[in-house]
Each structure stands twice: as structure tokens, then as C-alpha cells.
Nanobody
């Protein structure tokens, strides 16, 4: 497993922007699948965006508003969130699976390493 630490969460008004960061330990020198998930109170954890090398996938609910990127030189995964909505309020988690290759589905069971989460609250 790889160690993951999220940061950048906070409170913002609807329409605003936030950038989340996830720093990860250099578990292996090769690139492995990573993703962002979120979980609102009383709801299941849902996938937001996944990335593997140059391939990216987004959940329909965030496509066109969120952008995921990765800087291997800084061991950091990012999630740029624009045009935030009240329904984006959730705990956001960074996930990885260094034992796999390719772009993984946005299902929590596909990932074996998780960060502690960072809270994003969007108010109207």
C-alpha cells in the first residue's frame, strides 16, 4: 500500500473554486492508478475522477467542472474544482492501487490505499 495525505479542503460559496492536493509516498517508481472519491453524510462513497498516465475519467456529476492531474516529480495528485455546487459538499478522499495497471473503474473496491480525507463544504 501507499501512504496518502489529502489537503486543501475548506468552505466556499456556490460557484467558487477549490484545489485539493494528495501527496503520496514513492512506493514504486512506476506510475499506478489513482483516483478521487467523495462521501457525503448518509451516502455511499462515490468516485469523482480517476487517472492513469495520460488517461482520465470523470463522474458525470463533475465532468466539465473538475480537473484531475498528477505531478510525479512532486508526488502529488490534484483535483481542481470549479463552479462548485452545494451538492459537492462531502469528505473527499484520495485513493491508489500500486498493484494494478491501467485506468481503474471508479469503484472503491478497486483501490487498496486511502487517505484520511479532507472536507469540502459548499454553501448557497
Amino acid at each position: 500500500q501507499v501512504q496518502l495525505v489529502e489537503s486543501g479542503g475548506g468552505s466556499v460559496q456556490a460557484g467558487g473554486s477549490l484545489t485539493l492536493s494528495c501527496t503520496y509516498s514513492a512506493y514504486t517508481y512506476r506510475t499506478y492508478p489513482m483516483a478521487w472519491f467523495r462521501q457525503a453524510p448518509g451516502k455511499e462513497r462515490e468516485g469523482v475522477a480517476s487517472i492513469y498516465v495520460g488517461t482520465i475519467a470523470y463522474a458525470d456529476s463533475v465532468a466539465g467542472r473538475f480537473t484531475v492531474s498528477r505531478d510525479n516529480a512532486k508526488n502529488t495528485l490534484y483535483l481542481q474544482m470549479n463552479s462548485l455546487k452545494v451538492e459537492d459538499t462531502a469528505m473527499y478522499y484520495c485513493a491508489a492501487n500500486p498493484a494494478r495497471w491501467g485506468l481503474l473503474p471508479l469503484r472503491p473496491t478497486e483501490y487498496n490505499s486511502w487517505g484520511q480525507g479532507t472536507q469540502v463544504t459548499v454553501s448557497s
